[in-house]
């Protein structure tokens, strides 16, 4: 089965669909010794290139990997940092072919779920936001919370870069000083759970990410190690996402 060249080098975790037709057009893909044009479809069989390094042939990538990763606080999500900081990838699984991309991310106090996946098209979907897909935080803030501020926070609060709310917000326990909420939203903003919570005079000092979508941070996942989705687990992941799940 023959595949546009955007979808298969997606499935192989360079990117999405739409990166892949700019690396296309920028002229950074050869096939079979002549550089490729947006609308060409391989079966796999073909040498194809990356700027200039051989891709691995399909048949070694059976299914798309996704892991579960239970960040903890103190690691960044970038691949290198400048300050020596460590990298949720210091401690990811080798892949022979492709590479990791994080679905979304998680600030350097931030601890909690990080899905990564060898799929760019499905990291493509889960965060972009027509996806809508939900992400749920518990959030333990300094202080008694009143009634009007909650009304405030699930109605709408005014960021610097416009309107944001939860599109859930509970409380889920503490007392004294220290309190506990459980807090969805629908938007991938940078900061944006801590954002809305400060905007309203409260100061986050615990900050975890429980669910992504579909998929919950596992209880008995320690801080620091992974696990990655089973089968069938990916199946209902691919089917939430409205997407096909690559063989």
């Not at 891709?55 to 960044?76: C, F, L, T």
């Not at 919370?145 to 609060?157: I, N, P, S, Y």
């Not at 905007?199 to 190690?225: C, F, M, N």
Request: glycine share 10%.
């Amino acid at each position: 089965m023959s595949l546009r060249l955007q979808k298969w080098l997606a499935e192989r975790g360079f990117g999405s669909r739409r990166q892949m037709e700019g690396w296309i057009e920028a002229g950074r893909v050869v096939v079979d010794g002549e550089v490729a044009k947006l609308g060409t479809k391989v079966s796999g069989e073909e040498r194809i290139s990356v700027d200039g390094r051989l891709v691995r042939s399909p048949q070694r990538v059976i299914r798309p990997k996704v892991i579960i990763y239970h960040k903890p606080q103190g690691e960044i999500c970038t691949r290198s940092d400048p300050m020596g900081r460590p990298t949720v990838y210091d401690k990811l699984p080798r892949l022979s072919g492709g590479r990791w991309i994080g679905v979304g991310r998680l600030d350097f106090q931030t601890s909690g779920l990080l899905l990564l996946t060898t799929d760019g098209e499905l990291a493509n979907v889960m965060m972009h936001p027509s996806s809508e897909v939900q992400r749920e935080y518990s959030v333990r803030v300094l202080g008694e919370v009143a009634d009007h501020t909650l009304r405030r926070l699930r109605e709408g609060v005014e960021l610097e870069d416009g309107e944001a709310h939860f599109d859930e917000l509970e409380f889920a326990g503490g007392e004294g000083s220290n309190r506990w909420y459980r807090v969805v939203v629908t938007e991938g903003r940078n900061r944006v759970v801590r954002r809305l919570w400060e905007a309203e005079g409260h100061r986050v000092s615990r900050l975890i990410r429980t669910r992504y979508g579909p998929v919950s941070l596992p209880r008995d996942l320690r801080i620091g190690k992974h696990r990655f989705l089973s089968p069938r687990d990916l199946e209902v992941l691919y089917a939430a996402m409205s997407l096909e799940l690559p063989k």
